[in-house]
């Protein structure tokens, strides 16, 4: 098992940037994917980026692709999302999710098993 804790959401003006954490307790996740999803209010979940296990791979959504960074720090057990020229349609909850048994990068949400509370950011214009 292991537990998830996101960090860093917040309110910010057009334009601006917030790092997102995703910190793990509990087990390592260094070696599996990790992935960022985010849920607006009346939507989805969607994907925003992910991560390989092995930080070969990563992958991006469409919409955040070029403002959006998603790196790991294995040694602290950590994922970060760096947003960088927000915009209101960024808002959402943004949720940090891992599979403890693969390691190759995924824009499935039904591929990770492990998920955390989220953290809301909010972007206004």
């Known amino acids: 098992q292991v537990q998830l804790l996101e960090s860093g959401g917040g309110l910010v003006q057009a334009g601006g940037s917030l790092r997102l954490s995703c910190a793990a307790s509990g087990r390592t996740f260094s070696g599996y994917r990790t992935g960022w999803f985010r849920q607006a209010p009346g939507r989805e979940r969607e994907f925003v980026a992910a991560?390989?296990?092995?930080?070969?791979?990563?992958y991006y959504a469409d919409s955040v692709k070029g403002r959006f960074t998603i790196s790991r720090d294995n040694a602290k057990n950590t994922v970060y999302l760096q947003m960088n020229s927000l915009k209101p349609e960024d808002t959402a909850v943004y949720y940090c999710?891992?599979?403890?048994?693969?390691?190759?990068?995924?824009?499935?949400?039904?591929?990770?098993?492990?998920w955390g509370q989220g953290t809301q950011v909010t972007v206004s214009s």
């Open positions: 991560i390989s296990g092995s930080d070969f791979n990563r």
């Open positions: 999710a891992t599979s403890l048994r693969y390691s190759s990068a995924s824009t499935y949400s039904h591929d990770y098993h492990y």
